[in-house]
């Protein structure tokens, strides 16, 4: 280890940034943030320090390095284009045991800004020792995405509540063990969902009954394919579940993301061969559940369209079930936008209409005459089926049979298929496309050939991506 990490303290010390550019200004805006007094000594200012100065947020001490500066400050920061300049308040530091850093200059340095993960008050700091800085870079990047923003309001949280944890658990092990079972329960979630006056209820619940571990639902859309489409708080939902169910339309690739020693239960629905009962699925969910399982009900696009997401939380609202909803990236706007089918343009199409093709046999009937007009387009999930009954009635309903088509096919996965053609093939089309698909019926798909940028780039990188034309 060639740096011991350590966090100091530096609130109301005196810091000295020699330097007045614009890298010196990206330090003084770390120390302030740690509540540093800084002082500067530079010959001139950037705009940014000026303004600062003038508003009497930092100190203007001098205007020329002198080594005296340094006689009442805790550390030194050396940051001008002068290396001479650098080496010399190196060297003043050194002298007097001060830890100095000079920017861009690693073996000038007693200490070293690390790449910080801020979530005060916690916060990860990630170094190289100086060697691969974007290396470390990178590695923050990777792990601000990781790690919720709201972690830093469920650490002052905890932090409020050490003294009631400690008074209540005499043993070091229990109140670990109280701490594990908060952090990876209903009171993360509450204060993942902004519900802070509920996350602290909860905290006091578990204080007076710490045996009982309440369980919940999270309704996660895992998108149409593509595991980068999962949105980051679907990541993180699912890396804390203790049980997943999940349908057939969530790739493997997806799946692959769970929390690996999360079990996992497939209720997938395909047409005509429901492998689980929609009111079974409820039950299991309330089921586990109660056990003060973390359920995560993992869903192909978004869970609120054509996903029965709805039903599902009115089982948990009905059995006193906390929940919550991540959104994902519904099949019409992630398949169209990898087939390149804009679903508006201002040439073609002023709305679109998402219509399930897959209705229940005592519902009302689709509205035939209003989606039959011009100049909008409809995303129709489930039609393949009935894609000859769909192609007739908006045809016998005045849609010009001549109305480009496409029957998008495991949409923004690697063998991603997009079969054009017009309203009267519909069904054909249909029948060639692999499942699951999506039906896009107007203009639109007229601007596919030009603008079908994932087919060029799977095509360039190897992948199975095909469009055929029956027109």
């Known amino acids: 280890m060639d740096y011991l990490p350590i966090f100091a303290d530096i609130r109301n010390k005196p810091v000295l940034v020699v330097g007045g550019g614009d890298i010196a200004a990206r330090?003084?805006?770390?120390?302030?943030?740690?509540?540093?007094?800084?002082?500067?000594?530079?010959?001139?200012?950037?705009?940014?320090?000026?303004?600062?100065?003038k508003e009497g947020l930092v100190v203007w001490r001098a205007e020329a390095y002198q080594s005296?500066?340094?006689?009442?400050?805790?550390l030194v920061i050396a940051a001008t284009d002068d290396t001479d300049l650098n080496a010399r308040v190196f060297d003043d530091a050194s002298a007097r045991h001060l830890l100095a850093n000079v920017v861009d200059d690693q073996p000038k340095c007693s200490f070293i800004f690390p790449s910080i993960v801020d979530r005060s008050p916690l916060v990860v700091a990630i170094s190289?020792?100086?060697?691969?800085?974007?290396?470390?870079?990178?590695?923050?990047?990777?792990?601000?995405?990781?790690?919720?923003?709201?972690?830093?309001?469920?650490?002052?949280?905890?932090?409020?509540?050490?003294?009631?944890?400690?008074?209540?658990?005499?043993?070091?092990?229990?109140?670990?063990?109280?701490?594990?079972?908060?952090?990876?329960?209903?009171?993360?979630?509450?204060?993942?969902?902004?519900?802070?006056?509920?996350?602290?209820?909860?905290?006091?619940?578990?204080?007076?009954?710490?045996?009982?571990?309440?369980?919940?639902?999270?309704?996660?859309?895992?998108?149409?394919?593509?595991?980068?489409?999962?949105?980051?708080?679907?990541?993180?939902?699912?890396?804390?579940?203790?049980?997943?169910?999940?349908?057939?339309?969530?790739?493997d690739e997806i799946l692959d993301l769970v929390r690996r020693d999360a079990d996992r239960i497939c209720v997938g629905k395909r047409a005509h061969a429901h492998t689980v009962p929609q009111e079974e699925t409820n039950q299991l969910l309330v089921s586990l559940a109660k056990k003060g399982k973390c359920v995560v009900r993992l869903k192909g696009g978004d869970p609120f369209i054509f996903g029965r997401g709805g039903e599902e939380l009115q089982a948990a609202v009905d059995a006193g079930i906390p929940f919550q909803v991540v959104p994902g990236v519904t099949a019409a706007a992630g398949a169209t936008a990898y087939a390149g089918i804009p679903l508006t343009h201002r040439d073609y199409a002023q709305s679109v209409l998402f219509i399930t093709g897959h209705c229940r046999a005592d519902g009302d009937g689709l509205d035939w005459p209003s989606l039959a007009r011009a100049r909008q387009t409809l995303a129709i999930y489930m039609g393949t089926v009935k894609a000859a009954d769909i192609s007739a009635q908006l045809i016998a309903h005045g849609r010009d049979a001549q109305t480009p088509v496409?029957?998008?096919?495991?949409?923004?996965?690697?063998?991603?298929?997009?079969?054009?053609?017009?309203?009267?093939?519909?069904?054909?089309?249909?029948?060639?496309?692999?499942?699951?698909?999506?039906?896009?019926?107007?203009?639109?798909?007229?601007?596919?050939?030009?603008?079908?940028?994932?087919?060029?780039?799977?095509?360039?990188?190897?992948?199975?991506?095909?469009?055929?034309?029956?027109?």
Request: aromatic share 4%; net charge neutral; hydrophobic share 45%.
């Open 406 to 471: 496409a029957v998008i096919g495991r949409g923004t996965r690697q063998d991603q298929q997009v079969l054009t053609g017009t309203l009267e093939n519909l069904d054909a089309l249909a029948q060639h496309a692999p499942s699951p698909a999506l039906l896009v019926i107007g203009e639109v798909v007229n601007l596919h050939q030009q603008l079908a940028w994932f087919q060029h780039s799977a095509q360039q990188a190897g992948r199975q991506s095909a469009v055929v034309n029956l027109a």
């Open 128 to 251: 190289s020792s100086g060697t691969a800085p974007v290396l470390a870079r990178l590695l923050r990047e990777k792990l601000e995405a990781l790690l919720p923003a709201n972690l830093g309001n469920m650490a002052a949280i905890a932090g409020q509540w050490r003294g009631k944890v400690k008074a209540r658990f005499s043993k070091m092990s229990d109140r670990r063990r109280f701490w594990e079972t908060a952090f990876n329960g209903l009171f993360a979630s509450q204060v993942a969902s902004g519900n802070v006056e509920g996350a602290k209820k909860t905290l006091d619940e578990q204080l007076d009954a710490p045996q009982e571990n309440q369980g919940e639902i999270i309704l996660v859309g895992a998108g149409p394919g593509d595991p980068g489409l999962l949105t980051l708080r679907g990541l993180q939902v699912m890396q804390q579940a203790d049980v997943v169910l999940y349908d057939h339309l969530v790739s």
């Open 27 to 53: 330090k003084i805006e770390l120390l302030r943030r740690a509540g540093a007094q800084v002082q500067i000594a530079s010959i001139a200012l950037c705009d940014e320090l000026a303004a600062l100065h």
């Open 68 to 74: 005296e500066l340094l006689e009442s400050v805790f």
